[in-house]
């Protein structure tokens, strides 16, 4: 039996106006090399100015995952060839960085949590972008400089379904912060993975194979998996060491299989020494206290629905998991809809109907409709099974007004008593003889009685009503 050691690099793009050490903008998919300049083009001369916004932005997350947030730290030089890299170096962090000894908690569907250590944040430029056609490769140095905050995982993660919690987590406390969009088709959100394995028992690390920059949760699981039991298969052959060596692989997503890339370096491989371009980042009190004003993060929010809402922890998980789905939420109950029923409308309901590629934030259904749809319910105005018809109908015709929606499809209840009453007497009038069986103790027809009203009045009577006026009529 093996255990599997997992640990994460993500890099997550931070979403200033202008980069990290110019003030090229920070623009995606415009036309290609529009967004440059001496400094981000590595012309000799240019010297790099530090963003205050990225230092910010870095400073709340290091806030948010309870780390600590050093009052100092400097950049260096990471010197490395690459087309898209035209300095011939990446500015980064690497003996100080600016969060260090953080942590977050992962969520199981059991309700359990399991702490996952964050050695480190850093702040850092991103490189250019390649695109090869034939025999030829084309340079796009538009993302050249954009800022990037590199956050390191201690290796806690124990299997792909954890790994993939850990990034959900992570992806939902950047998007809550507002650092960053996230957007991981665009590359705002992308990771390296390190993956290896040991035998039960065993405390030793054995060799780290990375997998570089992916950027979707579902080939992250499927990628983790196969180079897991590639590993295993190469131990438990005896070629271990001929087959797993410290190297970098990509990921084949049409195969579902990880290859060789290139080998790994190690840090003393690219020469890091101070940037001499820049002084230390020496923060002042009044950035400090600023960065700690950042908003209620998705565990708190989660303790504090289960606590003043009363909903289900499960249901709790749900909603924060997504910043703009416990905005959704929060908006129903600010339109007077029940927490309760909210949360069942919006996590079952809404969600379910939510097909090809569909969020809370693309819903044709907003968060005004779906509370006065639950309001409705709750008023006995229509039934849950007419909530539904209601909620189909908006998906079909978007921006409908819920009343007149109710009106238009017939789904009023009936709750006025005298007419509720009539199709009562007259359900009974056409079932005499199962009234006098129910009288002589077969109390399972009283089923029967509510289904034939029910059915008479075609789904419009109120079933709270009819339950009570039947039994009335049949013990009178």
């Not at 400090?288 to 929010?301: L, R, T, V």
């Not at 927490?339 to 809370?360: C, D, F, N, S």
């Not at 709270?464 to 049949?474: I, P, S």
Request: proline share 4%; charged share 30%.
């Amino acid at each position: 039996m093996f255990e599997v050691i997992i640990g994460l690099e993500v890099h997550v793009q931070l979403n200033t106006k202008t980069k990290i050490f110019c003030n090229c903008a920070t623009s995606f998919a415009d036309h290609q090399n529009s967004h440059t300049c001496p400094v981000c083009l590595g012309l000799p001369g240019a010297l790099p100015v530090l963003n205050k916004e990225a230092v910010k932005k870095a400073m709340m997350f290091g806030n948010a995952i309870e780390a600590t947030v050093h009052k100092k730290s400097v950049f260096n030089r990471k010197n490395y060839f690459y087309p898209d890299l035209p300095k011939g170096y990446q500015i980064s962090q690497f003996e100080i960085p600016i969060v260090e000894n953080g942590h977050l908690m992962i969520d199981f569907d059991d309700g359990s949590q399991k702490r996952i250590g964050i050695t480190r944040a850093h702040l850092e430029e991103d490189a250019g972008k390649n695109s090869h056609e034939g025999d030829h490769s084309l340079v796009d140095l538009n993302r050249a400089g954009t800022p990037l905050l590199e956050i390191v995982s201690e290796p806690d993660m124990r299997s792909a379904d954890e790994a993939v919690r850990y990034l959900k987590k992570l992806h939902s406390i950047v998007r809550y912060l507002g650092i960053s969009d996230a957007n991981m088709q665009e590359g705002s959100f992308r990771c390296d993975v390190n993956v290896s394995i040991r035998p039960k028992g065993d405390d030793k690390l054995y060799t780290r194979v990375e997998i570089k920059n992916m950027n979707s949760f579902r080939f992250i699981h499927q990628a983790i998996d196969y180079e897991v039991q590639r590993q295993i298969e190469a131990w438990e052959d005896g070629v271990y060491n001929e087959e797993v060596w410290q190297e970098t692989r990509l990921f084949d997503t049409v195969k579902g299989e990880t290859r060789s890339m290139r080998g790994k370096e190690d840090s003393a491989d690219y020469r890091y020494f101070p940037e001499p371009d820049l002084l230390p980042v020496i923060l002042d009190d009044e950035m400090i206290e600023e960065a700690k004003n950042i908003p209620e993060m998705p565990d708190a929010k989660r303790a504090r629905y289960v606590k003043d809402f009363g909903i289900r922890e499960y249901d709790a998980v749900v909603i924060t998991s997504e910043v703009e789905m416990a905005r959704f939420y929060e908006e129903m109950i600010e339109e007077g809809a029940n927490p309760k029923e909210a949360a069942k409308w919006l996590t079952i309901e809404l969600q379910g109907r939510l097909k090809g590629g569909m969020t809370v934030e693309t819903s044709p259904v907003s968060a005004k409709q779906l509370a006065l749809i639950v309001k409705r319910i709750e008023e006995s105005t229509i039934s849950g099974k007419a909530g539904k018809d209601v909620l189909d109908y908006l998906f079909e015709n978007q921006g409908a007004d819920v009343d007149e929606v109710i009106e238009k499809l017939g789904l009023k209840q009936v709750s006025d008593d005298g007419a509720i009453l009539a199709l009562i007497d007259e359900v009974l009038a056409n079932n005499q003889d199962k009234v006098e069986e129910y009288k002589g103790g077969k109390e399972k027809l009283f089923g029967f009685f509510v289904g034939q009203v029910m059915k008479a009045s075609k789904g419009s009577a109120n079933p709270g009503k009819v339950n009570q006026l039947l039994k009335e009529r049949l013990n009178s």
